[in-house]
T-cell receptor
Framework: GQNIDQPTEMTATEGAIVQINCTYQTSGFNGLFWYQQHAGEAPTFLSYNVLDGLEEKGRFSSFLSRSKGYSYLLLKELQMKDSASYLCAPEGNQGGKLIFGQGTELSVKP | DTEVTQTPKHLVMGMTNKKSLKCEQHMGHRAMYWYKQKAKKPPELMFVYSYEKLSINESVPSRFSPECPNSSLLNLHLHALQPEDSALYLC????????????FGPGTRLTVT
């Protein structure tokens, strides 16, 4: 079966660091994507991990452990505009088929 | 040009109408996708076109009919829809069908009355 688990909601303070975890079980695995979605807008591609380890891109970093079926998205120096839903999306064996998690709604407070 | 465009932005249609949603990208991407998204839910994949051929159909009802006239364009033809089909319809594209970030258009907000 296919199962993706990420927290429903998180709250953090402006300027802080937050880590959004994702565990997954999928039929086959080609890599894992993270997307950001602001309310009423389309998802925006943030990162892609295929090998184990940390990928850093500015304030955002993403980590993958294939053996543990685990990923996290790390957001540093939080800004109010980072308030959004963050979607974990592993890619299964079928090319292009992303399996989206339910999303983590992040609220950044002043 | 680094964007995916979709028209119309909003569409209201009756259950007996026929309408089409359009999607366009000029990034040279060879994979294009249709997703459906309900409020407070993640996007659900409907169709994948890979090199202009339909490669994935997620058991979507036949009242939704995709078409890929060329590598830059993707259409979704709608006919005899139900009120529960009301949703945000998102188009996306990626450089290749595998291991490649998908870039989403702004979506078409569809209401079926």
């Amino acid at each position: 079966g296919q199962n993706i688990d990420q927290p429903t909601e998180m709250t953090a303070t402006e300027g802080a660091i937050v880590q959004i975890n994702c565990t997954y079980q999928t039929s086959g695995f080609n890599g894992l994507f993270w997307y950001q979605q602001h309310a009423g807008e389309a998802p925006t591609f943030l990162s892609y991990n295929v090998l184990d380890g940390l990928e850093e891109k500015g304030r955002f970093s993403s980590f993958l452990s294939r053996s543990k079926g685990y990923s996290y998205l790390l957001l540093k120096e939080l800004q109010m505009k980072d308030s959004a839903s963050y979607l974990c999306a592993p890619e299964g064996n079928q090319g292009g088929k992303l399996i989206f998690g339910q999303g983590t709604e992040l609220s950044v407070k002043p | 040009d680094t964007e995916v465009t979709q028209t119309p932005k909003h569409l209201v249609m009756g259950m007996t109408n026929k309408k089409s949603l359009k999607c366009e990208q000029h990034m040279g991407h060879r994979a294009m996708y249709w997703y459906k998204q309900k409020a407070k839910k993640p996007p659900e994949l409907m169709f994948v076109y890979s090199y202009e051929k339909l490669s994935i159909n997620e058991s979507v009802p036949s009242r939704f009919s995709p078409e890929c006239p060329n590598s830059s364009l993707l259409n979704l033809h709608l006919h005899a829809l139900q009120p529960e089909d009301s949703a945000l319809y998102l188009c996306a594209s990626s450089q290749t069908p595998r291991a490649s970030g998908q870039y989403f258009g702004p979506g078409t907000r569809l209401t079926v009355t």
